[in-house]
C-alpha cells in the first residue's frame, strides 16, 4: 500500500485473524472533528456507504462532532455516494464574502454563512437522516457551564482559559466547564460509556437538527456558539471536537458487530481538542481495542500539495482567491482516492502484514 495505512486494537486484530472483516462486522464508525482534513476521508466515506456497507443488514451507530458530524449526516442520506461528493463539492467552494472596507469576517457573519449553507445542502431532507432504516446518527456538541454558560466578550476567554488549565491537570477536570451533549436520531441509546465526562443525551428530531449540527460545528472565537437548542438545555452549544476531538470514547462491544470502523486522517485518536498538546494523551487505551483505523500514511501526506492535508490555516494562506484554495484541495482529494482503492483492494485479499497496532 502506498497511501493507506491500517491500524488495529488487539480486539480488533484477534477478530481480524480469526473471522477477516466483513461490512456485517461493524458497528459503529466515527467521524473526528477537523475541519478541512475531513475532505481526505471523502473517497473512503463514498466507498464505505456507498459500496461495501449495503452489503449488510445490522444497525450501525455513526457519532461524529463538527466536519465528522456533517459527514455522518450526509451519509445517511438517501443515494450517499452523491450526497456525500456533493458535500465535499460545497466545502471545497464555501465562500463568504467580505464585505468593502472590512479585514477579516465577524464570528456573526461565518456563523450567518455556515448556517445558509446547512439550510441549502440540508433543507427539505432531514427526515432522510433521522429515519434512515440502518443508521443511527449522534452528534457530539459540547454545551457551556459556569462563566460558559452564557457566551460574552470577556466571559468566553476566560471560561476557555479555566477549561485549558482545568484540561491540564485532568481530561475529566474539563467536565467542570464543559458538558458532552449528544444528539441521537431514532431513540438510540449511546453506543458508547460516557462516565469519562459529564454527558447528556437529547433527542435528534427535525426541530432541532440544523441548530445540533450547526453547534457541533460552531468553534470558538471562529464562530458563536448556538443558543437553546429546541428540546435541549438552555445554554451555550460549542463544537463537539473541545470535548471530542477525535472520539476517543469508550465504545460499547457489541457481539453480533464488534467493529469501530474508524476512517482518520492520522493515527493518533486524540482525546479532546484542549489534548492537542498533552502527547502522552495521544496513545492508545483499551477503550479503543475494537477499533480498525484507516489513515492515510505520513510519506503520502508530505507528497500532496503543500506538504500536508487540508487544514483551517488554508483559509488564511489563500484569503479571498477561492479558485487557488479549491485547486489544491481538489488536487488533494482526487490523489485521496487511492485511500479508497487500496482499501478495496486489502478487503479482496486481507494481508494482516499490513496491519499495524493502533
Same mark, same amino acid.
Given at each position: ?37 475531513? !475532505? ?21 451507530? !455513526? ?34 464574502? %467580505? ?18 449553507? %446547512? ?19 449522534? +452528534? ?19 471560561? $476557555? %482559559? ?59 472565537? +471562529? ?13 451555550? $452549544? ?8 477525535? !472520539? ?11 467493529? +469501530?470502523?474508524?476512517?482518520?486522517? &492520522? ?20 477503550? !479503543?481495542?475494537?477499533?480498525? %483505523? ?23 494562506? $489563500? ?34 502484514? &499490513? +496491519?499495524?497496532?493502533?
Amino acid at each position: 500500500m502506498q497511501a493507506l495505512r491500517i491500524y488495529a486494537g488487539p480486539q480488533a486484530r484477534r477478530h481480524l485473524e480469526q473471522h477477516g472483516l466483513a461490512p456485517a462486522h461493524v458497528g459503529t464508525v466515527p467521524g473526528a472533528a477537523g475541519g478541512p482534513k475531513g !475532505l481526505m476521508l471523502g473517497p473512503l466515506d463514498r466507498f464505505l456507504f456507498g459500496q461495501w456497507l449495503p452489503g449488510s443488514v445490522q444497525p450501525v451507530d !455513526l457519532v461524529g462532532a463538527s466536519i465528522g458530524a456533517w459527514r455522518m449526516a450526509t451519509a445517511c442520506l438517501q443515494a450517499p455516494d452523491d450526497a456525500l461528493a456533493a458535500l465535499e463539492r460545497e466545502y471545497i467552494h464555501q465562500h463568504i464574502a %467580505l464585505p468593502p472596507g472590512q479585514r477579516r469576517l465577524s464570528a456573526d457573519q461565518i456563523s450567518a454563512g455556515f448556517a445558509d449553507n %446547512l439550510r441549502r445542502f440540508y433543507g427539505g431532507r432531514t427526515a432522510e437522516v433521522l429515519a434512515h432504516p440502518r443508521y443511527r446518527l449522534h +452528534v457530539v456538541a459540547s454545551r457551556g457551564r459556569r462563566l460558559l454558560a452564557r457566551d460574552g466578550r470577556w466571559r468566553t476567554p476566560l471560561g $476557555y %482559559l479555566g477549561a485549558y488549565v482545568a484540561n491540564a491537570v485532568s481530561r475529566r477536570a474539563l467536565g467542570w466547564w464543559l458538558e458532552r451533549v449528544v444528539f441521537s436520531a431514532a431513540g438510540a441509546p449511546l453506543p458508547f460509556d460516557g462516565t469519562d465526562l459529564p454527558t447528556r443525551q437529547v433527542p435528534l428530531t427535525d426541530a432541532n437538527f440544523m441548530q445540533a449540527l450547526q453547534a457541533s460545528c460552531s468553534i470558538p472565537f +471562529v464562530l458563536r456558539p448556538v443558543g437553546d437548542i429546541a428540546g435541549a438545555p438552555s445554554g451555550m $452549544y460549542w463544537d463537539g471536537g473541545i470535548t471530542d476531538y477525535h !472520539l476517543h470514547l469508550h465504545y460499547r462491544h457489541r457481539k453480533d458487530a464488534p467493529i +469501530v470502523l474508524y476512517p482518520h486522517f &492520522q493515527r493518533a485518536v486524540v482525546p479532546g481538542w484542549l489534548d492537542k498538546a498533552w502527547r502522552r494523551r495521544h496513545r492508545a487505551t483499551p477503550a !479503543l481495542d475494537w477499533m480498525v %483505523l484507516l489513515a492515510p500514511g505520513p510519506d503520502w501526506v508530505r507528497k500532496l500539495p503543500n506538504g500536508k492535508l487540508p487544514d483551517r490555516t488554508d483559509f488564511s494562506r $489563500y484569503g479571498q482567491d477561492v479558485q487557488a484554495r479549491a485547486r489544491v484541495w481538489n488536487t488533494a482529494v482526487a490523489e485521496a482516492q487511492r485511500l479508497a482503492d487500496e482499501w478495496a483492494h486489502w478487503l479482496e485479499r486481507p494481508d494482516l502484514r &499490513q +496491519v499495524q497496532d493502533l
